[in-house]
């Protein structure tokens, strides 16, 4: 059986060395080299190798994030990374991250062979000089871990899953800046400088998360609201109107679980919005203030137009009293903040709505 081989590596020197070594085995084939990470992603994906051999200094290239892609996407595809570094760390964060092996550069070319070998056997690869370091770190690792908040639990559960601060506000319905504060504070709880040190962190520590979600589960349990329950047989529509898709699946699934008997509707623009109230003729609405290139408070004009009856919700992800004001005057019953909008604060919304 063959095994087709993917190179990763900047310098061709190096691959040209690894291509020497590896060519001598039949079983063996490489199917491309690349030199950097985008190159790098772009090959896998065109020619889906069952072995990746690769650094992780490459140009354009953060290995835990791009190591952890690949692991999602193609969970059987097999990658040894090839290195200069021996960081016990840095290494612990590559294999939690899900590399297969972990093969220094300055050990024999023979032993590169070995470590394909054994991988493609099913087994783990670590060259033997790392492995006293790795046990010598573990033996010595500290057992506590601080205690982070449940904001900075799940930032740094999305920091793990490779997303930028862009999607971290985006997921969590923040401005960019709020996200930036958190990363601040949440760097400096974890004593580490940057982003890759704390996914890497994350991944020397996987207790930190398994506490963090354990604990914001026990605290999401505590303070979840109780459903709201209404008279058999009666329902009442509900619309949000956000141009961010994730946000308005997100809010839709809250409201739902707080108040299920509710039709809960989505639109992502103002014409969208006006022509589901004229469906629908929702008890609540929940408007954003900012909707693309649009205004929200245009949008609640309108809407106030189709049915003096909806209640309107202004939300906004940068509150201003301005923005309060005018929405008033288009006729909104309430101005909220988005990073207060949870389960709790949605059912008194609801609650006040449908009395």
Not at 86 to 108: E, F, M, S, T
Not at 235 to 257: E, G
Request: aromatic share 4%.
């Amino acid at each position: 059986m063959i095994t087709r081989i993917l190179l990763a590596d900047d310098h061709a020197l190096v691959r040209a060395g690894i291509r020497n070594a590896l060519e001598g085995e039949e079983s063996l084939h490489i199917i491309g080299e690349v030199g950097d990470g985008p190159s790098l992603m772009r090959a896998i994906d065109k020619l889906q190798p069952d072995l990746i051999v690769t650094d992780v200094t490459m140009p354009d290239f953060e290995p835990i994030t791009a190591v952890s892609h690949i692991r999602q996407q193609y969970p059987k595809m097999l990658i040894l990374v090839v290195s200069a570094y021996d960081d016990d760390v840095y290494v612990q964060g590559l294999l939690r991250a899900g590399v297969n092996g972990y093969h220094l550069k300055d050990q024999p070319l023979s032993d590169l062979q070995l470590a394909i070998k054994r991988i493609l056997a099913g087994k783990r690869w670590i060259s033997s000089s790392l492995v006293d370091k790795l046990l010598q770190s573990s033996d010595t690792m500290a057992n506590s871990v601080p205690i982070l908040s449940t904001r900075q639990s799940e930032i740094l559960h999305l920091l793990s899953k490779g997303m930028d601060n862009r999607t971290i506000a985006a997921q969590l319905g923040l401005s960019i800046k709020t996200i930036e504060t958190h990363l601040t504070r949440l760097y400096r709880r974890l004593d580490v400088q940057s982003r890759l040190e704390a996914v890497n962190y994350a991944h020397r520590h996987p207790e930190i998360m398994k506490t963090a979600v354990s604990t914001g589960s026990m605290q999401a349990i505590a303070s979840s609201p109780q459903p709201i329950l209404m008279p058999q047989g009666e329902q009442s529509a509900i619309l949000v109107v956000d141009d961010n898709k994730r946000y308005r699946q997100q809010l839709r699934r809250i409201i739902s679980r707080v108040y299920p008997q509710a039709m809960v509707y989505e639109a992502g623009n103002t014409e969208d919005a006006v022509h589901l109230v004229r469906q629908t003729a929702p008890r609540l609405v929940f408007v954003d203030v900012v909707l693309g290139d649009e205004n929200g408070i245009r949008c609640t004009r309108k809407i106030k137009k189709q049915t003096a009856d909806s209640r309107v919700v202004l939300m906004s992800a940068y509150p201003d009293r301005e923005f309060h004001r005018l929405g008033l005057e288009a006729g909104a019953s309430a101005f909220v903040d988005k990073k207060n909008l949870d389960a709790a604060a949605l059912r008194q919304i609801i609650t006040d709505s449908m009395a």
